[in-house]
């Protein structure tokens, strides 16, 4: 089955810095990979999305690269603001809506004032 | 537009009793997942559902857990006699029709089995 892995588990960065997450995923069947963000006591909320058929998506100020080769795809946040403050989880599916997903084990993003 | 809804929010139960956790779907949406979060961990993935059928549960435990997805009413997650490593949250997500990838995910429910 899949397994992702999600780096690192915790990151702190200056409020108005760049956070970059990273993901690595083992089934090369896989082709949709989604991003969640958590706050505390709420259910994960999907912020931005990817599908293997592209490499990189952009939302404002948040943006997911993906390499399929490779197997690995990351998050990017630019000018970070205190509301970014979170879980971030990472995903893997096979798309189709024909299975659950496979989540890495989150990113705790503190956003120092 | 109500998103995912799920109830209780939180639930207690002890040792030997049952639990038995609901979700209702976002409007037109006809499938349904349920995930398990520990504390500290990801969400793993138990069950998947449709209307009337149980479509993928490879990640749903053998014994004492059960879900269910009637014609009408929400989806039941059911847990009999449960025991202490099943305090976790349980969060369920919904999809439009087959073929969209996007899961949204309902509040949760954390269940503390006493």
């Known amino acids: 089955g899949e397994n992702v892995e999600q780096h690192p588990s915790t990151l702190s960065v200056q409020e108005g810095d760049s956070a970059v997450i990273k993901c690595t995923y083992s089934?090369?069947?896989?082709?949709?990979f989604p991003w969640y963000k958590q706050e505390l006591g709420k259910g994960p909320q999907l912020i931005i999305d990817?599908?293997?058929?592209?490499g990189e998506k952009k939302d404002q100020r948040i943006a997911v690269t993906l390499n399929k080769t490779a197997k690995h795809f990351s998050l990017h946040i630019t000018e970070t603001q205190p509301e970014d403050s979170a879980v971030y989880f990472c995903?893997?599916?096979?798309?189709?809506?024909?299975?659950?997903?496979?989540f890495g084990k989150g990113t705790h993003l503190i956003i120092q004032p | 537009n109500a998103g995912v809804m799920q109830n209780p929010r939180h639930l207690v139960r002890r040792r030997g009793q049952e639990a038995r956790l609901r979700c209702s779907p976002m409007?037109?949406?006809?499938?349904v997942y349920w995930y398990r979060q520990l504390p500290e961990e990801g969400l793993k993935f138990m069950v998947y559902?449709?209307?009337?059928?149980?479509?993928?549960e490879s990640g749903m435990p053998k014994e004492r857990f059960s879900a269910e997805f009637p014609k009408e009413g929400p989806s039941i997650l059911r847990i009999q006699q449960v025991v202490r490593g099943d305090s976790a949250a349980y969060f369920c997500?919904?999809?439009?029709?087959?073929?969209?990838?996007?899961?949204?995910f309902g509040p949760g429910t954390r269940l503390t089995v006493l």
């Open positions: 997500a919904s999809s439009p029709l087959a073929g969209t990838d996007e899961q949204f």
């Open positions: 089934d090369s069947a896989s082709n949709y």
């Open positions: 990817i599908r293997s058929n592209v």
């Open positions: 995903a893997g599916g096979s798309g189709g809506g024909a299975d659950g997903l496979t």
């Open positions: 409007k037109g949406h006809s499938h």
């Open positions: 559902l449709q209307k009337e059928n149980i479509i993928d």
